[in-house]
């Protein structure tokens, strides 16, 4: 059980234009979603905690106009990276909790290039 | 502030024991994870220490002590598939439940 989902694995993309990264907890509710990125060789950063029918709460330094956070049910969170470029070039991990329970779930990850 | 400190990289054979240690600094802690991850994926659970102590499951055990602010993995009969980063991890309240990452400890197992 406990089957997080990421879609897609990878893209690439252009400069300038907006990608959208899914996460989908398969068996269970997640009241908690959470995005994390990660490059080549650095430990995962949070970027912004979701919890589902309100709005995300984005950490420090992460741009909430960029980086579009929903999480319109208990099974569904998206990422929108907007006018991406070269720099977002990233490793997008989500990763999914059942209320207030300490584990966390993680995605299989997105690997975004941006050209 | 929050802060993870645990090494950068190590090395051990196959079949040897290897502890990697970790000291945390965070506010409102909770309890303390570790990760495997392999490159390119995503973190599996290996444990969580709420509790002063060893823990023992399997091969690994982790090891926790809150008022130093401390934690070990313990890797016991190394294989060649244990080569991967482990993150050492703080869960804390402060602001909702979160966890916070280190910046991991990439292994190499030789044989």
């Known amino acids: 059980g406990a089957v997080v989902s990421q879609h897609p694995s990878r893209v690439i993309c252009k400069s300038g234009t907006s990608v959208k990264i899914e996460c989908r907890s398969l068996?269970?509710?997640?009241?908690?979603m959470f995005w994390y990125r990660q490059f080549p060789k650095q430990s995962l950063m949070l970027m912004a905690t979701s919890n589902e029918g309100s709005k995300a709460t984005y950490e420090q330094g992460v741009e909430k106009d960029k980086f579009l956070i929903n999480h319109a049910s208990l099974t569904l969170s998206t990422l929108t990276v907007t006018s991406a470029h070269p720099e977002d070039s990233s490793f997008y991990i989500c990763s999914a909790r059942i209320r207030d329970y300490y584990e966390q779930y993680f995605g299989p990850g997105t690997r975004l290039t941006v050209t | 502030g929050q802060n993870i400190d645990q090494p950068t990289e190590m090395t051990a054979t196959e079949g040897a024991i290897v502890q990697i240690n970790c000291t945390y600094q965070?506010?409102?802690?909770?309890?303390l994870f570790w990760y495997q991850q392999h490159a390119g994926e995503a973190p599996t659970f290996l444990s969580y220490n709420v509790l002063d102590g060893l823990e023992e499951k399997g091969r690994f055990s982790s090891f926790l002590s809150r008022s130093k602010g401390y934690s070990y993995l313990l890797l016991k009969e190394l294989q060649m598939k244990d080569s991967a980063s482990y993150l050492c991890a703080a869960h804390h309240g402060i602001g909702g439940f979160k966890t916070i990452f280190g910046a991991g400890t990439r292994l190499f197992v030789k044989a």
């Open positions: 965070t506010s409102g802690f909770n309890g």
């Open positions: 068996d269970f509710q997640a009241t908690t």
